[in-house]
């Protein structure tokens, strides 16, 4: 049988089906839609989980055919074949009734990605005009009044103030109800999308101010609207853009609603690699790309990455979800983040969980403040998972969060590794570690003087935490030694907590213990005399124990100090 092409990139449902791509059905999100009652319903995913090829097939589903167009049948609509083999088609008239029903106002903002607030409220206004356009017989309509004409020709015109654009939603969502007696379906395609480029970019409030308005005149009390349908990755709060909606029904990754309609299931993947003689390849591919949980369905695959696996399996199993962004909001983030964080993303690095409170009304001044909110916003984003959740004593939602698969652990990765190579040579990083691990303190500390130079305005412009610097050398440790050591941090052995310990993964090879100390200026210590202290803390408190129990015989051992951005390096 002729295996049918894969849709790489394209996310019209309707150029999905004509044209016989391979197609995972998901047509029982219209089920759970109209069954859930809501008049709007914004449903939150990562980057890549579906949600434009969704919506598109929202689109097909419930739009109807203005009147000017050839008859059709009460019970035909040039779109019914697009659904009569699908799933939501066996759900009886209940569902297949609402086929064809209603005007439908679809605008996706996936690719507003502009460096500017003028270039992207351009390209907003284009959106608009171009929804507008393909609506266009309203002017020739008779149940519409001249006054609603001008102003649908003004657009169509790009003639028109920003009070028109601001309320273009909420009036066309009108003149389709007025032409076809029937309430109108609004959807919004990633409707942060031009949020996160303006927090990037430097135009955050233009944006909030535009879309606030635009989607609070156009989906609350809009006595036009039937249902309205948003996606997006993250919910900006309420008061921060939705504070005109009090009808919103939120559908994170963390309800149980609408669950598995974004994503594929393990079962949809295995049956995927079956149809194209991939099966034996399944266990590589979990490993790489399952590991989302959303709601109550565990086990959900990135869709993009096993579409491009399929499709160039021959190459291998690669990072193809973190390839299609910039991932710059991430990057500044965690760079930007405190010495918790840190801390944290280094037990992530380990493959251990951390335990944080979710914030679901993320918004990125929030961020700014207090950077605990930055796991919120990974795990919305799709850089981190929930592995369990409860509510605290303070009613707040506490989660246990790890790193989903492998594919967004090289995201980490190519990260830690960006911050080596902003400060340090390849050569250098290196030279840096083979001489930690070969007992050369005087390379060692040469190195380390000049990555904290070079680095420290980059973690922490005011030159207050330098601390900050060590740990993002531990966390380069983590990432470019992994292969032949453990990495291990502030843990238990012998008598006390070591601040670092690599622990080999051959016998045969040395380890390392390290102990780090802030120079004390109010007890006039010197840089050196901090380093023997560090030194005598190994010994007294036998850090080398736990590596002594696992027969490992050469164990270096290393005191650093440090003074702002002077560096000493002494090993015993």
Same mark, same amino acid.
């Given at each position: 049988?002729?295996?049918?092409?894969?849709?790489?990139?394209?996310?019209? #449902?309707?150029?999905?089906?004509?044209?016989?791509? $391979?197609?995972?059905?998901?047509?029982?999100?219209?089920?759970?839609?109209?069954?859930?009652?809501?008049?709007?319903?914004?449903?939150?995913?990562?980057?890549?989980?579906?949600?434009?090829?969704?919506?598109?097939?929202?689109?097909? #589903?419930?739009?109807?055919?203005?009147? !000017?167009?050839?008859?059709?049948?009460?019970?035909?609509?040039?779109?019914?074949?697009?659904?009569?083999?699908?799933?939501?088609? =066996?759900?009886?008239?209940?569902?297949?009734?609402?086929? @064809?029903?209603?005007?439908?106002?679809?605008?996706? #903002?996936?690719?507003?990605?502009?460096?500017?607030?003028?270039?992207?409220?351009?390209?907003?206004?284009?959106?608009?005009?171009?929804?507008?356009?393909?609506?266009? $017989?309203?002017?020739?309509?008779?149940?519409?009044?001249?006054?609603?004409?001008? &102003?649908?020709?003004?657009?169509?015109?790009?003639?028109?103030?920003?009070?028109?654009?601001?309320?273009?939603?909420?009036?066309?969502?009108? $003149?389709?109800?007025?032409?076809?007696?029937?309430?109108?379906?609004?959807?919004?395609?990633?409707?942060?999308?031009?949020?996160? !480029?303006?927090?990037?970019?430097?135009?955050?409030?233009?944006?909030?101010?535009?879309? /606030?308005?635009?989607?609070?005149?156009?989906?609350?009390?809009?006595?036009?609207?039937?249902?309205?349908?948003?996606?997006?990755?993250?919910?900006?709060?309420?008061?921060?853009?939705?504070?005109?909606?009090?009808?919103?029904?939120?559908?994170?990754?963390?309800?149980?609603?609408?669950?598995?309609?974004?994503?594929?299931? !393990?079962?949809?993947?295995?049956?995927?690699?079956?149809? $194209?003689?991939?099966?034996?390849?399944?266990?590589?591919?979990?490993?790489?790309? *399952?590991?989302?949980?959303? @709601? %109550?369905?565990?086990?959900?695959?990135?869709?993009?990455?096993?579409?491009?696996?399929?499709?160039?399996?021959?190459?291998?199993?690669?990072?193809?979800?973190?390839?299609?962004?910039?991932?710059?909001?991430?990057?500044?983030?965690?760079?930007?983040? %405190?010495?918790?964080?840190?801390?944290?993303?280094?037990?992530?690095?380990?493959?251990?969980?951390?335990?944080?409170?979710? *914030?679901?009304?993320?918004?990125?001044?929030?961020?700014?403040?207090?950077?605990?909110?930055?796991?919120?916003?990974?795990?919305?984003? @799709?850089?981190?998972?929930?592995?369990?959740?409860?509510? *605290?004593?303070?009613?707040?939602?506490?989660?246990?969060?790890?790193?989903? *698969?492998?594919?967004?652990?090289?995201?980490?990765?190519?990260?830690?590794?960006?911050?080596?190579? !902003?400060?340090?040579?390849?050569?250098?990083?290196?030279?840096?570690?083979?001489?930690?691990?070969?007992?050369?303190?005087?390379?060692?500390?040469?190195?380390?003087?000049?990555?904290?130079?070079?680095?420290?305005?980059?973690? %922490?412009?005011?030159?207050?935490?330098?601390?900050?610097?060590?740990?993002?050398?531990?966390?380069?440790?983590?990432?470019?030694?992994? =292969?032949?050591?453990?990495?291990?941090?502030? /843990?238990?052995?012998?008598?006390?907590?070591?601040?670092?310990?690599?622990?080999?993964?051959?016998?045969?090879?040395?380890?390392?213990?390290?102990?780090?100390?802030?120079?004390?200026?109010?007890?006039?210590?010197?840089?050196?005399?901090?380093?023997?202290?560090?030194?005598?803390?190994?010994?007294?408190?036998?850090?080398?124990?736990?590596?002594?129990?696992?027969? &490992?015989?050469?164990?270096?051992?290393?005191?650093?100090? #440090?003074?702002?951005?002077?560096?000493?390096?002494?090993?015993?």
């Amino acid at each position: 049988m002729k295996k049918k092409k894969l849709p790489l990139g394209v996310s019209d #449902f309707k150029e999905i089906i004509e044209t016989d791509y $391979y197609y995972i059905d998901k047509s029982l999100l219209i089920q759970e839609l109209l069954d859930s009652g809501s008049k709007v319903s914004l449903i939150t995913r990562p980057r890549r989980f579906g949600k434009t090829l969704n919506l598109s097939m929202l689109k097909y #589903f419930f739009e109807a055919y203005h009147r !000017e167009q050839t008859y059709l049948s009460p019970t035909t609509t040039e779109n019914l074949r697009l659904f009569q083999h699908l799933k939501i088609w =066996q759900q009886g008239e209940e569902y297949t009734g609402h086929c @064809g029903k209603y005007p439908v106002i679809y605008l996706t #903002f996936k690719d507003v990605k502009e460096d500017s607030w003028e270039k992207a409220h351009n390209k907003i206004q284009n959106l608009i005009t171009d929804e507008y356009k393909r609506h266009s $017989y309203l002017i020739d309509s008779d149940t519409l009044l001249e006054y609603d004409k001008e &102003i649908i020709k003004s657009i169509l015109n790009r003639k028109t103030n920003d009070t028109d654009y601001s309320n273009s939603l909420k009036n066309l969502s009108k $003149y389709l109800c007025d032409y076809y007696k029937q309430k109108a379906i609004i959807l919004i395609d990633e409707y942060d999308t031009p949020i996160h !480029e303006a927090y990037d970019k430097g135009y955050y409030q233009n944006a909030i101010d535009f879309f /606030r308005t635009f989607l609070g005149a156009g989906l609350k009390d809009n006595t036009s609207l039937e249902k309205g349908i948003i996606t997006g990755i993250l919910r900006v709060a309420k008061e921060n853009i939705f504070s005109d909606l009090n009808n919103l029904e939120i559908l994170s990754i963390l309800d149980y609603e609408c669950a598995d309609k974004f994503g594929f299931t !393990e079962t949809e993947v295995i049956r995927f690699l079956k149809d $194209y003689n991939l099966e034996e390849h399944f266990e590589s591919v979990k490993t790489w790309y *399952n590991g989302y949980i959303f @709601g %109550d369905a565990h086990d959900i695959y990135n869709p993009w990455s096993i579409i491009n696996y399929v499709k160039k399996y021959r190459a291998g199993l690669q990072p193809y979800w973190i390839n299609t962004s910039s991932n710059t909001i991430i990057n500044t983030l965690l760079s930007q983040g %405190d010495r918790q964080v840190k801390n944290e993303l280094e037990q992530l690095l380990n493959h251990q969980p951390i335990s944080k409170v979710i *914030n679901t009304n993320t918004i990125f001044s929030d961020i700014e403040k207090d950077s605990a909110n930055i796991w919120s916003f990974l795990l919305f984003a @799709g850089y981190l998972k929930v592995v369990d959740k409860n509510y *605290n004593y303070d009613d707040e939602l506490e989660c246990k969060l790890l790193i989903p *698969n492998k594919e967004v652990y090289t995201t980490y990765r190519i990260f830690v590794k960006s911050w080596f190579k !902003e400060n340090l040579l390849s050569s250098e990083v290196e030279l840096l570690l083979k001489s930690v691990l070969n007992g050369d303190s005087a390379t060692f500390g040469k190195i380390l003087q000049k990555f904290a130079l070079n680095s420290m305005s980059f973690f %922490d412009p005011s030159g207050r935490e330098p601390e900050k610097v060590y740990h993002a050398f531990v966390l380069g440790l983590l990432i470019t030694i992994n =292969q032949t050591h453990v990495v291990k941090s502030n /843990r238990e052995s012998g008598f006390g907590r070591y601040d670092i310990m690599l622990i080999p993964h051959k016998k045969s090879d040395n380890g390392v213990i390290i102990e780090l100390k802030k120079v004390d200026k109010d007890e006039n210590e010197t840089l050196k005399e901090a380093c023997e202290s560090a030194l005598q803390q190994i010994e007294d408190k036998q850090y080398e124990t736990e590596l002594q129990e696992m027969g &490992i015989v050469t164990i270096y051992k290393y005191g650093i100090a #440090f003074e702002g951005k002077k560096v000493l390096v002494l090993k015993s």
